[in-house]
Structure formats: structure tokens, C-alpha cells
């Protein structure tokens, strides 16, 4: 699996939109780019995933470089409901995730 | 539709012990996969059931094991307790993938919180 490197905590203004960036630099040709997200005291929640393309659904958008060394989850319109650990992960199997320490986003009124 | 659940909500136990963890997977999964979450980590991927077998280990030792029943539902378990087993317990559950190529978002349950003295 590829590791991946995420900035420890982000501060986002509600309504704005929160980027968060990760950087896989040695990911295999073959390995998803997987974000998830836990909120206090819950357990973690699927937001995204994507291989080459960039993706978009109903939560939001995942912007991966040419070259799959970095990407980023953009969350349009930041409400406090979003604040959490966001943890981007790389791997081929979809099924055994391999979580870093993530980046625990902090949305403000 | 019922999604995953985890019992109990929280356990306290002495060094030593042994602990059993229980986990129902979402409706219409039979895959059961289990992860630990110490304070300030990211979930730790422990072992995953299928067909009442374990298909996949992470980095645990014996003394966590687990098991699968013919309805999917799935327990972990750990003998001799030690002080750094107390974490957050989560238990995830998807459809049976195999060797197929595809994706299925795994559904994780609220965690069991495993307290250790």
C-alpha cells in the first residue's frame, strides 16, 4: 500500500469550501486513491475514491494529479457537520484499509 | 435497513483477561472485516471473515482471534489482556469482493470502546 502524507489539522470557515491535500508519492499504477472520514465518536464513513480520473459525488470532489503523486478532497460548502478526520488512503485492496493519522479538519461559524 | 452494530458500547477489563467483542454486519453483507483504533491513530486493520474463515491478517499477534457465523455476524477476541489493548474497537462489513476487481465502501459500525487496567 502506498503511504501517504496529510497535514496533521486545517481550519475552514463555514459555507467556504475546505481543500484538503495528500501526497502518495509512491503509489502503484494500480492502487485507488480512497478518502474517508470519522467523526467523534463514530466510526469511519466512505466519501470518495478514484484511480486516474478526477470524481465528483453527492459529498464531494477528488482532484488527483497527472502523475498520482498527490490529490485533493474538496468539500464545496463547509458546514460544522464536516468537522472530523479526514484520512486519505492508497491501495489496491479496497477492503483491507490502511489508515494514517489523517487530517482532523476544523470547520468555524 | 439496519447498518453495522457493535456490543457492548464500552468494557473495562483487568490485565490478563479475556475479552469478546460482537459485531452484526449491514444487511445483505457477508464480509466482516475488524480494525483497532488507538487514541490519537488511525483505525489498525486487524483480520477479515468470509464464509466463516479468516481471509486476511494485519500485524496482530494470536492472541486476537475471531470468529463467523452462518448469519455473518462476527466476534473478536483477545486473551491476556495487555494495557496497550485498550483502544477503540470497529468492526467494518461489505459484500464479498474476492479476487474480482471493483470497489464496495466498507460500512463501519460506532466501535466497541475497550478499556484496559
Known amino acids: 500500500d502506498a503511504k501517504t502524507t496529510q497535514p496533521t489539522s486545517m481550519d475552514c470557515a463555514e459555507g467556504r469550501a475546505a481543500n484538503l491535500p495528500c501526497n502518495h508519492s509512491t503509489i502503484s499504477g494500480n492502487e485507488y486513491v480512497y478518502w474517508y472520514r470519522q467523526i467523534h465518536s463514530q466510526g469511519p464513513q466512505y466519501i470518495i475514491h478514484?484511480?486516474?480520473n478526477n470524481e465528483t459525488n453527492e459529498m464531494a470532489s477528488l482532484i488527483i494529479t497527472e502523475d498520482r503523486k498527490s490529490s485533493t478532497l474538496i468539500l464545496p460548502h463547509a458546514t460544522l457537520r464536516d468537522t472530523a478526520v479526514y484520512y486519505c488512503?492508497?491501495?489496491?485492496?479496497?477492503?483491507?484499509?490502511?489508515f494514517g493519522t489523517g487530517t482532523r479538519l476544523q470547520v468555524f461559524p | 435497513d439496519a447498518g453495522v452494530t457493535q456490543s457492548p458500547t464500552h468494557l473495562i477489563k483487568t490485565r490478563g483477561q479475556q475479552v469478546t467483542l460482537r459485531c452484526s454486519p449491514k444487511s445483505g453483507h457477508d464480509t466482516v472485516s475488524w480494525y483497532q483504533q488507538a487514541l490519537g491513530q488511525g483505525p489498525q486493520f486487524i483480520f477479515q471473515?468470509?464464509?466463516?474463515?479468516?481471509?486476511q491478517r494485519g500485524n496482530f499477534p494470536d492472541r486476537f482471534s475471531g470468529h463467523q457465523f452462518p448469519n455473518y455476524s462476527s466476534e473478536l477476541n483477545v486473551n491476556a489482556l495487555l494495557l496497550g489493548d485498550s483502544a477503540l474497537y470497529l468492526c467494518?462489513?461489505?459484500?464479498?469482493?474476492?479476487?474480482?476487481?471493483?470497489?464496495?465502501?466498507?460500512?463501519f459500525g460506532p466501535g466497541t470502546r475497550l478499556t484496559v487496567t
Open positions: 488512503i492508497g491501495s489496491y485492496n479496497t477492503d483491507k484499509l490502511i
Open positions: 471473515y468470509y464464509e466463516e474463515e479468516e481471509r
Open positions: 478514484g484511480l486516474k
Open positions: 467494518a462489513s461489505t459484500p464479498w469482493l474476492g479476487t474480482t476487481s471493483g470497489f464496495y465502501e466498507q460500512y
